[in-house]
């Protein structure tokens, strides 16, 4: 009865690839109880084993008696003895299992029970942390900093599990059997339990943009989640199971300020009073008060009001003022479909919204235009660290010249869902940098779609190159991308020797992928 | 008992018992638990069942609440002597002993 306020949405799908599910879940919010299961074993026996597992679990937390995590611990332990006892009484279900992951929910946490590799995510306040250590090989050198998320997701070996439920005798204290640990479950945060069929294809930052992007409907954010693993490969069964607490979609989305989006009409004059005001008020709050401790609060919100003057309007500066006032965790917000033609000096912590979250269209992401006289990049990163950026429109054209969209040199950052069209390289990468891009476009550039140079990493997912002249990707000089999920309309790729078009083609979309055509372009190691 | 705490009961499909026990059905699949407190190795009972348990001859208050068909547990329990009687249901009895203390 706890539960009347929560938000919650389980999904299922079969995949591209398999022929039958063997995933199943199972959600009862009135008890607060969240469950994906992934049966293994050749046939039906993978399916029985996770109809088995549910039936039992469900059974034995219907009865809430002793502690939750006891509850947890004789469920799964019952489920397991239960499987093994079916297997034995049938040979065509010989050496079904499954593996699985539990949450209960009690007071303001959740018990997690879990065994093998499905996995628990906790997507809160703009990140998404894992809670759950997979039973496999690939996944414990994963935690342990040895292989990269994406080099986990690739790896040949990742299906193979060490714990599993239903191949051997179990009790419920069992010490290398049952993982179970109680986790805080903040009214602002959402519990995401997935099987690997979603985490072996949509990186967690992917997931939790999806999640954020549809915060308040879970139904659609599982939807979209599985929609996501199957573009991306859907080799496996996937199934999601995504539960909010009743304040995470206020605090996922942050609508913008209505009052200062709408400032055109306004005589200048007023304008101008009105930033001042602004920006004495943002200075104000940055005064450190003498002998008082300050008390870290959650992210601010900087609204750059969009001028209507035109190219060079006085109130442009505000943008950078703005900027140098912000703090690391602080969001500069631009105006959803105005325009900007200065140039965004992007600062260490900061996040730089041109979107309202939650929408993923054209006329809602904020366009930057550089004045025509002005020099470009129209974003630079320069050693900066921990920088995001999302829902930008990055436009050039004749008029308006852009060397580079955007511009990294030795800096760390994420891109999402922005666009960049029609400059000479959309996004140039030198140095020691690191880029996250995710659901991004980069079009009509005039020399190439993005070009790295130097020992940084990519990490490229579900990002569009579109027309683009020269090439779409470049990687010299020892930068290291990897590739999941991008649709490429030509296979222009310059990738590093070890890196093959062939194993490319496999996680992304090469639109002109025809034997011969492929090789055009390509640059052999 | 080798661990912290054990389910005494008939047992089930559903149930988890550490201590299974084949006898009347006036005894629940899960009767009580039997928990060692780890820092002073002193046993709590906690009564789970329909007709009741007594320690020493004296009923233990049930840890059972009902509302509409949802079971729950109030987590009551009561303290066990070192050597104790255990009456389930009336109907079957078992000697306790604690081999740290009695």
């Known amino acids: 009865m706890v539960n009347t306020m929560l938000k919650y949405a389980g999904a299922s799908d079969l995949g591209r690839v398999r ?44 009865r809430q008696t002793g502690t939750v995590e006891q509850r947890v611990r004789e469920a799964i332990a019952v489920a397991n003895n239960e499987i093994l006892r079916a297997a034995r009484g049938n040979p065509q279900w010989q ?63 990742r299906n193979e599990v060490f714990r599993d439920v239903g191949s051997e005798e179990h009790s419920p204290d069992d010490t290398d ?59 496996d069964n996937v199934t999601v199971v995504l539960v909010e607490g ?70 442009e500066s505000v943008a ?126 005039l020399a190439g779609g993005l070009l790295a140079s130097g020992p940084g990493s990519l990490w490229l997912s579900h990002n569009s190159f579109l027309h683009n002249h020269g090439f779409n990707l470049a990687a010299r000089d020892g930068a290291e991308p990897s590739l999941t999920g991008n649709v490429f309309d030509k296979s222009t790729l310059e990738l590093p020797p070890d890196l093959k078009l062939d194993s490319v083609r496999e996680h992304n979309f090469l639109l002109d992928a025809k034997p011969a055509a492929t090789r055009q372009g390509v640059r052999k190691p | 008992m080798t661990k912290n705490e054990i389910v005494v009961g008939r047992g ?5 018992t550490d201590l299974k026990l084949d006898t009347l059905p006036d005894v629940s699949r899960e009767h009580f638990r039997l928990r060692r407190d780890p820092e002073t190795g002193k046993f709590f009972l906690k009564d789970l069942s329909r007709l009741g348990t007594t320690i020493d001859g004296v009923a233990a208050p049930s840890s059972i609440e009902v509302t509409g068909t949802e079971k729950r547990d109030r987590n009551v329990e009561a303290p066990v002597p070192d050597r104790a009687r255990l009456g389930l249901a009336g109907v079957y009895f078992l000697e306790f002993r604690s081999a740290a203390h009695g």
């Open chain 1, 95 to 157: 050496g079904m299992a499954c593996v699985l992951t539990l949450a209960v929910l009690d007071d303001g946490a959740a018990v997690v029970g879990h065994v093998g590799d499905s996995r628990l995510y906790e997507i809160r306040r703009g990140a998404i942390r894992k809670l759950t250590h997979d039973h496999s090989p690939v996944g414990a050198r994963e935690d342990a900093g040895e292989l990269s998320e994406i080099e986990a997701m690739r790896h040949p070996r």
């Open chain 1, 177 to 235: 059997f049952i993982d179970i640990e109680r986790v805080p479950f903040e009214p602002d945060a959402a519990l995401l339990l997935c099987t690997d069929g979603l985490s072996d294809q949509v990186t967690a930052d992917y997931i939790r943009l999806l999640v954020e992007q549809n915060a308040g409907d879970p139904t659609t954010a599982t939807r979209q989640l599985i929609n996501a693993a199957n573009t991306a490969a859907g080799k």
């Open chain 1, 320 to 445: 950078q003022a703005l900027i140098e006032a912000a703090q690391p965790g602080d969001i500069i917000q631009f105006a959803a479909g105005r325009e900007y033609h200065q140039p965004v000096r992007l600062k260490s912590g900061v996040t730089f919204r041109g979107s309202p979250t939650g929408e993923m269209a054209n006329d809602s992401r904020a366009i930057l235009r550089l004045a025509p006289a002005t020099a470009g990049p129209a974003v630079l990163a320069d050693k900066v660290r921990d920088v995001r950026i999302q829902g930008l429109r990055i436009l050039a054209d004749p008029q308006a010249p852009l060397p580079q969209g955007i511009l990294l040199v030795d800096s760390s950052v994420e891109i999402d869902d922005t666009e960049i069209e029609g400059a000479t390289l959309g996004i140039e990468v030198r140095g020691a940098s690191k880029l996250h891009m995710r659901a991004c476009t980069i079009r009509d550039s």
């Open chain 1, 19 to 62: 022929r039958n599910n063997e995933d199943a879940w199972y959600i009862d919010a009135e008890r607060g109880i969240f469950l994906v299961v992934d049966g293994i074993g050749g046939e039906a026996a993978g399916e029985k084993a996770a109809e088995i597992a549910v039936d039992r679990i469900r059974a034995r937390l219907e």
């Open chain 1, 246 to 315: 009743p304040k995470f979609a206020a605090s996922a989305v942050l609508p913008p300020r209505q009052r200062l989006r709408t400032i055109g009409i306004i005589p200048l004059l007023a304008g101008l009073l009105l930033v001042a005001l602004f920006v004495a008020f943002v200075l104000r709050i940055f005064q450190p008060a003498k002998g008082v401790v300050t008390v870290p609060t959650g992210p601010r919100i900087f609204y750059v009001p969009a001028f209507s003057g035109g190219p060079g309007a006085p109130g």
């Open chain 2, 12 to 16: 089930g499909r559903d149930y988890w």
